[in-house]
């Protein structure tokens, strides 16, 4: 068998692993699906695990708005291009870029930064912000434009950190870094509910940006100037510090206050 995926028997597995001394002597009922299609295989997925506590992360990448994500970003030119991690070791065979692939948890936490903006709890409020935000993110109908949008703005920090044209300290402010550039564009947080022609001169907007290193680097260095200036007011010196701090709500505010006033 190849890329086999166990979708339930936890349970039975844990058990067995307590009795090994008497498993050569019991039986286990065992039910194998083939199958190439890959929308059947995640309902088979779902269904069988629905009496069982499973991480909405998983269900929200079978969504039918996830499969048109992943087919959209694909698709863009090659500077554009981002790769949807829908399943397990998707690309695991594929000679891609791996910065490029992001998983459905990935987008939700930048999402929250961009469409919702809460950048301070994108990084740490995994379970709030899944839990707040569940219902309107992820949802059919909604253009895949704009979290492609999300995910290259995603890839082209990283990559100009990796590239060194942004210094590695501006990691810690990602996030905030993304929600400014958002927000400069469209100033409350309903993005994903706005007329196709907002949303569409938004991404425009957006993506030009995106496309000019240097422009996003200058922008990116302006939101941690505003940041390292708030966190000098605070008196707040060790990163483990400035890390809690800046996932406060009164930053956010004043960063925004400062920023967008």
């Not at 709030?128 to 434009?145: A, K, L, P, T």
């Not at 240097?214 to 966190?231: P, R």
Request: glycine share 2%; net charge positive.
């Amino acid at each position: 068998m190849r890329d086999y995926q166990i979708v339930n028997g936890c349970q039975t597995t844990n058990i067995l692993a307590h009795i090994r001394e008497k498993a050569e002597s019991i039986s286990v009922p065992l039910r194998l699906i083939g199958c190439s299609d890959v929308d059947f295989v995640s309902s088979v997925i779902i269904g069988t695990n629905r009496q069982n506590e499973v991480k909405e992360d998983q269900f929200w990448a079978m969504r039918p708005f996830m499969k048109d994500l992943e087919e959209y970003c694909a698709s863009q030119s090659s500077d554009n291009k981002i790769f949807i991690e829908r399943r397990d070791n998707q690309y695991r065979d594929i000679s891609i870029e791996r910065t490029r692939i992001f998983k459905p948890s990935d987008l939700m936490k930048v999402a929250a930064a961009m469409f919702f903006y809460q950048p301070h709890r994108a990084a740490r409020d995994h379970r709030g912000i899944r839990s707040e935000f569940s219902n309107r993110i992820f949802s059919d109908g909604h253009n895949v434009e704009l979290y492609h949008i999300a995910a290259l703005a995603l890839y082209k920090f990283d990559f100009l950190v990796r590239t060194s044209k942004v210094d590695r300290s501006r990691v810690i402010f990602r996030f905030y870094a993304l929600y400014a550039l958002f927000r400069k564009h469209w100033k409350t947080p309903n993005i994903l509910d706005a007329s196709p022609k907002s949303q569409k001169n938004v991404r425009n907007e957006v993506i030009a940006v995106l496309n000019d290193n240097d422009k996003f680097s200058a922008q990116i260095e302006e939101v941690a100037g505003y940041l390292e200036q708030i966190i000098s007011e605070a008196d707040i010196t060790t990163r483990e510090k400035i890390r809690d701090y800046i996932r406060t709500e009164s930053v956010v505010v004043e960063f925004s206050r400062r920023l967008f006033s």
